[in-house]
């Protein structure tokens, strides 16, 4: 798949966790290290800053929530940031689990494609700093949420023919909850691809 269209299909997956957006700040009341995750956490969310990518977040974890490899995910990250036409209006981390070097967190959304949605991710401390390591789970998913932020997304970013962009609304106005998991956890083309069946061409 071209980059130009998976740009025109994945706004509304990549917008929670690689775009810009505002966050709560809540620690849990806990420790320091539960302080840095979650400053680290919604740092990442909120930042409009491109150097915050590779500070912020592993190779990883780019890859799968931008669903590229190498350099092409740092640099989508590096233009997402800069993009806060659909940012959620506020994140909340709670549920903070560390140990050693690694940790996870709930990351619970208000507004946005993930409005009423909480994500889990997984965190590694390199050196002094925590980073986000991995989108691993969704507890919880608000999948009209999801579906209605793709389609207005996709209906904005106008680089995909009419047609095409019919058929992928009514695929994606059609997916179960399971499936946009699937998708999100699985960070890869091929799965974000199958919930659009034949809607689009051979590349």
Same mark, same amino acid.
């Given at each position: ?70 350099? %092409?995910?740092?640099?989508?990250? *590096? $233009?997402? /940031?800069? &993009? ?7 994140? #909340?981390?709670? +549920? ?74 009514? %695929?994606?106005?059609?997916?179960? *909850? $399971?499936? /946009?998991? &699937? ?7 091929? #799965?974000?691809? +199958? ?9």
């Amino acid at each position: 798949m071209s980059r130009s269209v998976r740009f025109a299909l994945l706004p509304a997956l990549i917008a929670a966790l690689a775009l810009a957006a505002c966050g709560d700040d809540d620690d849990g009341g806990g420790s320091e290290e539960e302080a840095a995750i979650t400053e680290a956490i919604e740092t990442s969310v909120l930042t409009t800053d491109p150097a915050d990518c590779t500070r912020l977040q592993t190779q990883s974890f780019m890859e799968q929530v931008n669903f590229a490899t190498g350099e %092409e995910a740092v640099e989508d990250c *590096e $233009e997402d /940031v800069t &993009d806060t036409t659909n940012d959620p209006e506020s994140v #909340d981390v709670s +549920g903070i689990e560390a140990g050693g070097s690694d940790a996870s967190a709930d990351v619970a959304f208000t507004g946005g494609p993930f409005d009423g949605s909480t994500l889990t991710v997984e965190l590694v401390k390199e050196g002094k700093q925590w980073k986000l390591d991995r989108l691993a789970e969704v507890p919880e998913l608000n999948v009209e949420a999801f579906q209605q932020s793709f389609v207005n997304q996709l209906r904005a970013q106008g680089e995909i023919p009419s047609q095409i962009a019919d058929c992928m609304e009514h %695929e994606i106005n059609q997916v179960s *909850e $399971e499936q /946009v998991e &699937d998708v999100l956890v699985g960070g890869t083309e091929q #799965d974000l691809v +199958g919930l659009f069946g034949g809607c689009i061409p051979d590349q």
